[in-house]
């Protein structure tokens, strides 16, 4: 039977010495194993350097290439950075503009209302001209005017026209309900110019003062209880 023949390990040994005369030689033995895994390293270094020195260029050149394209974005993105803090100014501009023009609305209605309110509360002279005055606080409060001929009876405020009726004493009545709890009466010798239902406006005329019906009665009512006229007639002075 024939014996099996072993294959003999060769080793690799390395020689280092000098140019000196009495130079001594030193001996390193390297196993195959590893003399082949130092030539692969040294074979991947040098094929990579290789393959540096040869696409050297190109590899500049993509660099080169992404940089431009990564500066192409950020000025595309700076530009709509601009465009879009440009619009937002814009539509800040455009805010402040409606909100000023909101505001000055509010303040026009605002000062509609108020001056509207106004002119519902009994407070402005119910004739046309002047007249003698006389106050009565007795019972139910009122003042009583002596007008003079030629002159008008006017609404103190405006409301809506309540009542339009005979009186067995001063001839006729007249009453204004102004819508906020106040209501004014007004009574006199003459033939009303208004009639149950209508609208009237501060100074509408009521009735018209001739030589037989100077007199007027003038008497204020708020919240269903009588006040005395005097009191609203003073806001006016």
């Known amino acids: 039977m024939a014996r099996k023949k072993h294959k003999r390990k060769v080793s690799r040994i390395v020689i280092l010495t000098t140019d000196a005369v009495n130079a001594k030689t030193r001996q390193i033995r390297i196993r195959p194993m ?14 990579c350097l290789i393959g540096y020195i040869l696409y050297e260029g190109q590899i500049w050149e993509l660099d080169r290439a992404r940089d431009s394209e990564q500066q192409e974005v950020i000025a595309s993105l700076e530009e709509e950075k601009i465009r879009l803090e440009a619009e937002i100014d814009s539509l800040n501009a455009k805010i402040e503009a409606l909100s000023t023009a909101v505001n000055a609305q509010a303040q026009t209605a605002e000062a509609l ?93 009521l009735f018209l003062v001739g030589n037989d019906n100077k007199q007027l009665i003038y008497q204020i009512m708020k919240d269903g209880g009588y006040i005395k006229p005097t009191d609203m007639l003073s806001i006016n002075g």
């Not at 003399?35 to 692969?40: D, G, I, N, S, T």
């Not at 005055?133 to 006017?154: H, L, S």
């Not at 067995?168 to 006199?188: F, R």
């Open 34 to 47: 590893v003399a082949r895994l130092v030539m692969l390293v040294f074979c991947c270094l040098f094929g």
């Open 113 to 205: 209302k108020e001056e509207l309110d106004q002119q519902s509360l009994p407070t402005d002279f119910p004739l046309t001209g002047g007249a003698a005055i006389e106050e009565v606080t007795e019972g139910e409060p009122m003042v009583i005017f002596t007008a003079t001929e030629g002159t008008t009876v006017v609404a103190s405020a405006k409301g809506i026209v309540t009542a339009v009726e005979a009186d067995e004493t001063y001839g006729c009545k007249i009453v204004i309900d102004h819508g906020n709890g106040y209501v004014s009466i007004y009574l006199n010798g003459g033939e009303a110019q208004v009639k149950v239902g209508d609208e009237v406006a501060q100074g509408r005329t």
